[in-house]
């Protein structure tokens, strides 16, 4: 079974640039999770989706982050315009469901992302 | 609204040596508890988790956790460590009622001394 895949897998940018990730889940899981990790603390919830719907979003930082998953599989994060603290590793993550509150999260590798 | 400590930054320990990784939650409503695994440039791998039933939980790789909720701890060990196991820990406590929210701890890098 093939697990959550992203790319790129390290970006470089300056700020106020913008940029984007992008997120394949694990087939048939229809929760997907973004996280934002800061170096030297824990993964931080971004947003939540179950299939195309938003179920949690309170900690994104809407005016310049943005996510989407149109068909309820892939998904894209975006930040525009970049700032020095966005500097993290963005991970993404998958279940079979979030309905059943004891499913397993699967993570990809993660993005690295450096603003500099 | 549900929190994670994890006390120790850094734990150093020689190879074949016992280890016990701590983990202290607080939540107002009864809670899951995780503990995951990041190994370099990798995303994070489910070790165990606690969801009801015995607090004695066993997970992959010869890790175990103990719930024990009047302490509100969930400490991670291993009775003989392998360089392998070098890596940082997370302990997690999710919501057990809903839409699944998890919060994670800062982590503890296990560093395993051949």
Do not use: M
């Not at chain 1, 310049?64 to 993404?92: H, M, N, W």
Request: with cysteine.
């Amino acid at each position: 079974e093939a697990g959550v895949a992203q790319s790129p897998r390290y970006k470089i940018i300056e700020k106020r640039q913008s940029v984007a990730f992008w997120c394949n889940p694990i087939s048939g899981h229809a929760t997907l999770y973004w996280y934002q990790q800061i170096l030297g603390q824990g993964p931080k919830l971004l947003i939540q989706f179950q299939n195309n719907g938003v179920v949690d979003d309170s900690q994104l930082p809407k005016d310049r982050f943005s996510a989407e998953r149109l068909k309820g599989v892939d998904s894209t994060l975006k930040i525009q315009p970049a700032k020095l603290e966005d500097s993290a590793v963005y991970l993404c993550a998958s279940s079979f469901s979030s309905l059943a509150e004891k499913e397993t999260q699967y993570f990809g590798p993660g993005t690295r992302l450096l603003v500099l | 609204a549900q929190s994670v400590t994890q006390l120790d930054s850094q734990v150093p320990v020689f190879e074949e040596a016992p280890v016990e990784l701590r983990c202290n939650y607080s939540s107002s409503v009864s809670v899951y508890l995780f503990w995951y695994v990041q190994y370099p440039n990798q995303g994070l791998q489910l070790l165990l988790k606690y969801l009801s039933g015995s607090t004695l939980v066993k997970g992959i790789n010869g890790f175990e956790a103990e719930f024990n909720k009047s302490q509100t701890s969930f400490h991670l060990r291993k009775p003989s460590v392998h360089i392998s196991d070098t890596a940082e820990y997370f302990c997690a406590v999710s919501n057990s009622g809903g839409y699944q929210k998890v919060t994670f701890g800062t982590g503890t890098k296990l560093q395993v001394i051949p």
